[in-house]
């Protein structure tokens, strides 16, 4: 159980094009989700929380007008990137947290999709 | 906001041996320390987690320590093996998780056969 799935998995497109990378949670409800970034070598660094039903919470220097995230129902969040530049070249990765549910392993875990890598042209 | 610090960048270890990666965090609300494994290209995976209210916490090959006073708390990995290697992440988070997690820097471990 407790599986995050993420689409696609890699995507390459041309500068100021826009993509949509998509996170569901295939098992569980996702109250939240977290849109992380991970450059090569380095950690992940997140860009914004997402809630059901409500507008996304997004980290200081990220700005929300270029990463658009959609989370309109409990199994599914978006990120868009809009207008995407070679500097947005990233692999980005998803958490969802199940707050619901007292069977999943300890402390509101967060389970992680498997990453989707943007190369921006 | 809370800064979470991660040692060595990079760890190479005989086979067999073991490993300790340690973290420092800042802020004092933190209370809930995760440690993730991610092989290259794949996703981080949870490998052992702390509350603050237990100060060891030992799991087959794994334990995590934590000094709450001294805020800083490490991995240690015994008799190492080959698919020991990977980056490992260290992370904190206040409200047992509830809240959002803020990862060190990351330790690259190659076990050496």
């Known amino acids: 159980g407790a599986v995050v799935s993420q689409h696609p998995s890699w995507v390459i497109c041309k500068s100021g094009t826009s993509v949509k990378i998509e996170c569901r949670s295939l098992?569980?409800?996702?109250?939240?989700m977290f849109w992380y970034r991970q450059f090569p070598k380095q950690s992940l660094m997140l860009m914004a929380t997402s809630n059901e039903g409500s507008k996304a919470t997004y980290e200081q220097g990220v700005e929300k007008d270029k990463f658009l995230i959609n989370h309109a129902s409990l199994t599914l969040s978006t990120l868009t990137v809009t207008s995407a530049h070679p500097e947005d070249s990233s692999f980005y990765i998803c958490?969802?947290?199940?707050?619901?549910?007292?069977?999943?392993?300890?402390?509101?875990?967060?389970?992680f999709g498997p990453g989707t890598r943007l190369t921006v042209l | 906001g809370e800064n979470v610090e991660q040692h060595p960048s990079t760890l190479s270890v005989q086979e067999g041996d073991s490993a300790v990666i340690k973290c420092t965090y800042s802020d004092s609300a933190s209370n809930y320390f995760p440690w993730y494994k991610q092989e290259l290209g794949k996703r981080p995976q949870l490998i052992i987690d702390i509350r603050s209210n237990v100060g060891e916490k030992k799991d087959q090959r794994i334990a995590v320590t934590l000094n709450k006073t001294a805020k800083h708390f490490s991995l240690h990995i015994t008799e190492t093996q080959p698919e020991d290697s990977a980056v490992y992440f260290c992370a904190a988070s206040p409200n047992f998780g509830n809240e959002k997690l803020t990862f060190g820097t990351g330790t690259r471990l190659t076990i050496i056969p």
């Open positions: 098992d569980f409800q996702a109250t939240t």
């Open positions: 958490s969802a947290r199940d707050l619901l549910s007292s069977s999943r392993t300890s402390y509101n875990e967060q389970f």
